[in-house]
């Protein structure tokens, strides 16, 4: 699918916000939202720590602070699309993590066509990581994480900001 009606950035990783940005500057969509951001961090914040100026997205970009899971940037993702009337969305995160996000996502939306453009993470991109021991408890963790929330099991853990915002 070319253009969708919205772009949510799952954050975790500064590729993943570039990669947003660079979506809406092409125009696959209309807006965005940064899902999960770090409290305080405004527009200027975050285009700086992407190299990019924040003026040409003003307007065009929701900032989303509540999340801190991944089933938290679903239910934060759900809410901002519900706003929004956006019945499509780009899913922008770590290709690792897609299987899940999609997963949650999915749950919280039903009725939304969901596009995943999976980042490559730079972790695993890097040379001799599939040797790194760090690699192997990365992936291993994320499918641990999926099972979980396959089995609907994802709601059992709630970190305080999201408790704090519910």
Known sequence: MGETDGIVVLTGGSERVV?????????RAPRMLISGAHPGAGLAEIAAAANLDPAPF???VAIGYAA???RGNAVE???WARAEGARSLRI???GYHMPRAMLELRRALPETELVPHPVPSAALRARGA??????WMLLLGEY?????ARAGLSGLVVSRREMRDQ
Do not use: D, I, Q
């Not at 990669?19 to 125009?27: D, V």
């Not at 599939?130 to 690699?135: C, F, K, Q, V, Y």
């Open 19 to 27: 990669t947003g940005f660079r979506l809406l500057a092409e125009g």
């Open 58 to 60: 003003a307007g065009r």
């Open 68 to 70: 801190a899971s991944t």
């Open 77 to 79: 993702a759900a809410a």
């Open 92 to 94: 922008v995160t770590a």
């Open 130 to 135: 599939l040797w790194r021991p760090g690699s």
């Open 144 to 148: 641990g994480r999926y099972l979980m």
